[in-house]
C-alpha cells in the first residue's frame, strides 16, 4: 500500500485518533502528516513522537500554530527527530520556540540527513536564533543544507541578526526559497539582502512582503537585477512603500531573466516546482508580488505546496 497522508487542521485530538495517527507511522503508512493548531494533551503528543522517530515514510511534517508549545514539547520532538531518518519538511510556524527553543531542536536539525525545507515563521526568535539557523545554510562546498527557509514574522530578530543571515545566504550552495516576509527589516537590510542575492547562485525566490521597504530599497534591487546575473525568479514586494512603476520594472526583468535560460534550456522545470500547488491566488511566491490576504492560510498552502515541490524533486 503506498503511503498516505493525514491532515486535521485545528481540532482537539481524540485517543483514538491518536492511535491511529501513530499506527500509521508505525506502519509506515504516512507520507505527510499535517496537525495544523491541534490540540492534544502532553502524553498523547508524546506518543506521537515516539512513533515518527521510527517512521521511514514520513516526509512532511506540520505542526504549524501551537502544537509545540512547551520546552517539554520541544526536547520531545528534538529526541524524536534524532531518530528519524526521512523528514524532508518542517513546519513549526506559529510556535513559541524563543532562541532557548530553537537551541534545543538545533543539533537534531543540523544532525538530520534528509531535512531541506523548515519553517520557523512567527516563532519568537532573535539573534540568537539566526546563528543556529545559519548552521544549516553551510557554505559552499560544504554538506547539504536547507534548500528553503521561512522566518517571517520574528520580528525580535535585529539588523545585526539578519546581516549575518545574509552572509550565510550568499555563500550557500543549496538555498533556493527564502521567505522574510512580515519582518521590520528596512532600507539597509534589505540592501545587504541584495548584495546576499547578486553572490548566490541558487536564490530563486525571496519574499520580502511587509518588511518596511521604500523606493530606496526597490531602486537597489532593480540596480541588482539589471545588472548582476542573477537564479532569482519571484521577488515578492508586496505592502512596502514601493511605487508600482518600479515594482513592474522589476517583475519585468525577471521574466525578461527566465525567458532567456529557457532559451538556453537551463531552467527549473516548472512543472515539479509547482506541483502540489494551491490556486493561483493563495501561492506564495507565485508572482512577483502577490500579497496572499490570509498568513494562516499560507502555511497551510505551503504544506501542500511547498513540501510537495520538493518531495516530487528529491524522488526524481
Not at 19 to 25: E, Y
Not at 241 to 266: F, H, K, M, N, R
Request: hydrophobic residues 40%.
Amino acid at each position: 500500500m503506498l503511503p498516505s497522508s493525514i491532515q486535521i487542521s485545528g481540532e482537539p485530538l481524540s485517543g483514538a485518533e491518536v492511535r491511529d495517527i501513530c499506527r500509521g507511522l508505525r506502519d509506515n503508512a504516512v507520507r505527510l502528516l499535517s496537525l495544523r493548531g491541534c490540540r492534544l494533551c502532553d502524553r498523547d503528543f508524546g506518543r506521537i513522537c515516539r512513533a515518527l522517530a521510527g517512521a521511514t515514510s514520513l516526509a512532511q511534517l506540520n505542526l504549524n500554530l501551537g502544537v509545540v508549545s512547551s520546552p517539554s514539547r520541544i526536547k520531545q520532538l528534538a529526541e524524536a527527530l534524532r531518530t528519524n531518518r526521512s523528514i524532508q519538511s518542517l513546519f513549526l510556524h506559529g510556535s513559541p520556540l524563543t532562541d532557548a527553543g530553537l537551541a534545543l531542536l538545533n543539533p537534531a536539525l543540523a544532525l538530520h540527513p534528509a531535512l531541506v525545507a523548515l519553517d520557523l515563521g512567527d516563532c519568537m526568535l532573535g539573534d540568537e536564533a539566526i546563528n543556529l539557523i545559519c548552521g544549516l545554510l553551510p557554505p559552499d562546498g560544504a554538506k547539504s543544507g536547507l534548500k528553503e527557509l521561512t522566518l517571517s514574522a520574528n520580528p525580535g530578530i535585529t539588523p545585526k541578526g539578519w546581516s549575518r543571515l545574509a552572509i550565510a545566504v550568499a555563500h550557500s550552495s543549496q538555498v533556493r526559497v527564502l521567505n522574510l516576509d512580515y519582518n521590520p527589516l528596512g532600507d539597509h537590510v534589505a540592501g545587504m539582502l541584495a548584495v546576499a542575492v547578486a553572490s548566490s547562485r541558487t536564490l530563486e525566490v525571496l519574499d520580502l512582503e511587509g518588511t518596511g521597504l521604500t523606493n530606496q530599497s526597490a531602486q537597489t534591487l532593480l540596480d541588482m537585477v539589471e545588472n548582476y546575473p542573477t537564479a532569482l525568479r519571484s521577488l515578492v514586494l508586496a505592502e512596502n512603500s514601493i511605487s508600482p512603476e518600479l515594482q513592474q520594472q522589476i517583475c519585468d526583468l525577471l521574466s525578461e531573466g527566465e525567458e532567456e535560460e529557457e532559451v538556453a534550456g537551463s531552467t527549473v522545470d516548472t512543472q515539479e516546482w509547482g506541483r502540489g500547488r494551491e490556486p493561483a491566488a493563495h501561492q506564495r511566491g507565485g508572482s512577483s508580488w502577490m500579497c496572499p490576504s490570509d498568513p494562516s492560510s499560507q502555511m497551510v498552502l505551503m504544506t501542500s505546496g511547498l513540501g510537495d515541490s520538493l518531495l516530487a524533486e528529491t524522488e526524481m
